[in-house]
């Protein structure tokens, strides 16, 4: 274009937003040779350089256009998205400021100012300029997702997802903002709704790898194992450097019961990130499941070098005592248990925790309930010993159970977690009681029996029972779903199938039935199902107390049968609860307890075979005597 040509400034603007970046800066410039102080041709050139990503030119005829005409807050807009790409902050947030002030009702610019606030770390004050963005103009989508992705920060989840759903109106297509609205569902625990929000997210081809991982996050939250392992699996095929995938697949993998597998998915995350703590405990909880204790503890020990207070870790450790027979060492670190995964002792209005550090002679004392109905029942035999040091007691603890507990002593108030604690001197947990009494292998207090069946159920249960020459055995094979390692105690009737077929009236011992396991319940037909006719433990009890002998996994059952005093025999993992120990076929805790160990980890096929076996013999002897 010769020089002396002079183009339009209309038609230079033409050519700017038509993209034609060249020609329209050789316009402007001419044109500036003849108007050096025409505020918008500065203004214009000046923003065509920034797009050009030549800052420093662009801010410097900007600075011009506002010496010569301080009263442009869109340059002053324009400036400040210059100096917060070259991370000026500060000179950024002034600019957004004038801008402000010059048009008080500037959603762009308050948008703009909030991503600076936020930035600088200003959370409050950013959420705010959002928040005037959003005001000033109700139609900001913009402006509502990053209102929504300070909330998320600030792990204020609900109203993130107000946010995020307010973006989405806007604009229903916003992949960013329903990406946020996944992570918010997923922090509010609302997992099948993110799920479909992530799987809702893939259908539009978005599965980077960092979404792919969130998105097995998710299905670990939802026990979906298999279904996690392969999205890890899909993330590392684009990012196989990243640490945080391999982590996941190792949690995946161990939860799958491919222990050996998931170590070396630890071993490499760790081999990329040496310094995260969260990796060590998971690998040691892996050497756990394998029966490697001490590759285990060392583990946990480093875990806790990195990051000193580490609930889990410091938990894990007490728990390889306690399952080693090392009461004294365990104990304590048991103590953690009110911090893991942030869980907090529950706390009381009055009294002072008690864990043994005085007498409690002639004090009243509440012990409280926690974890599930089988710890409550092992560890219940406490109040008796607090009871025999003087203390007047009151036990509170789930409503289910307190017909069965009012059988442990006449004196022993017991109450249901429902109402108001009373008032009392001292209280404790109820699993801190062995911390109390310094409880060791020799002085664990295992009574044949302390709990027993009412009578008027006994007589009601003689009458449900249907009548039969043959022994009765009472089973369990399940137990709760929501329990955090129900996947390692639990196990489907058909694998109980060898037991059945044997000339015995089976009853099932537990309340609920889950869907896979009906077709096998109803095949058998010397497998009686009570369901809902068990309405609470002191019915379950009744039940047992018919029964000749009780199979269960590792659940409330046997702690019942043991309370009661009745025979049982316990399947258990190859990495079993403390309580149950190692190596050994007995419980110091139940005299009539025999226990069934897997032999190698997720082999519940050879613990049945066991069980039958012994059956067998169990039967025969019980026929000749």
Known sequence: MPPTMLIPLETARAMHKQGRLEEAEAAYRSIRVLQPDNTKVLTLLGSLLLQKGERKEGI?????????????PEVYNNKGIALQEMKCFTEALECFEHAITGKPRYAAACNNRGLVLKYLGKHEAA??????????????????????????ALKRFSKALDAFDKALLIRPAYLEAQRGRAAALSELKRYPEALQAYDNLLAH??????????????????????????????????????????????????????HEKSVQAYNRAISLKPDEASMYYNRGVS????????????????????????????????????????FSEGWPLYQWRFLKENKKQKSQRNGTLWLGQFPIEGKTMLIHAE?????????????????QAGAKVILQTY????????????????????????????????????????????????????LSALPEKLRQWEEKITPSDRPKIGIAWSGKESYGNDHRRSIELALFEKLLLIDVDFHVMQKDIREHDTPILKKHPNLQFHGEELADFSDTAA?????????????????LAG????????????????????????????????????KVPDDWQGVIDSVAVSLHAFLSTSRRL
Not at 65 to 72: C, F, G, N, R, V
Not at 139 to 152: D, P, Q, S, V
């Open 60 to 72: 410097a005829l900007l600075d011009k256009s506002l010496e010569l005409q301080p009263d442009q």
């Open 127 to 152: 959420i705010m300029s959002f928040e005037d963005a959003v005001r000033f103009d109700p139609g900001y989508a913009e402006a509502c997702y990053n209102l929504a992705n300070t909330l998320l």
């Open 205 to 258: 081809r978005i599965n980077d790898a960092e979404f792919l991982r969130q998105r097995g996050d998710l299905q670990l939250k939802l026990k979906q194992y298999q279904a996690a392992l392969q999205s890890y699996h899909d993330a590392l095929a684009m990012e196989p450097e990243n640490p945080s995938i391999h982590h996941g697949c190792g949690i995946a993998l161990n939860k799958t019961g491919q």
């Open 287 to 326: 050497h756990k499941n394998l029966g490697r204790y001490q590759k285990a503890l060392l583990d946990f020990e480093t875990a806790i070098l990195l990051r000193p207070n580490y609930p889990d870790a410091h938990f894990a450790i007490g728990d390889i005592k306690l399952l080693s027979g090392k």
């Open 371 to 387: 974890q599930g109905f089988g710890d409550i029942i092992q560890f219940c035999r406490y109040a008796m010993l607090c009871e």
């Open 399 to 450: 409503r289910p159970l307190i017909p069965l507990l009012e059988t442990l002593s006449e004196t022993i108030n017991i109450i249901p977690t429902s109402e108001d604690a009373p008032s009392c001197d001292v209280h404790a947990p109820v699993m801190s009681l062995p911390l109390a009494f310094s409880t060791t292998l020799d002085t664990i207090p295992a009574y044949p029996a302390y």
């Open 543 to 559: 039940l047992a107390e018919h029964m000749e002998l009780i199979i269960t996994v590792d659940t409330s059952i046997a702690h």
């Open 563 to 598: 309370a009661l005093g009745k025979p049982f025999w316990i399947l258990l993992p190859f990495d079993p609860d403390f309580r149950w120990m190692i190596e050994r076929e007995d419980s110091p805790w139940y005299p009539t307890a025999r226990l069934f160990r897997q």
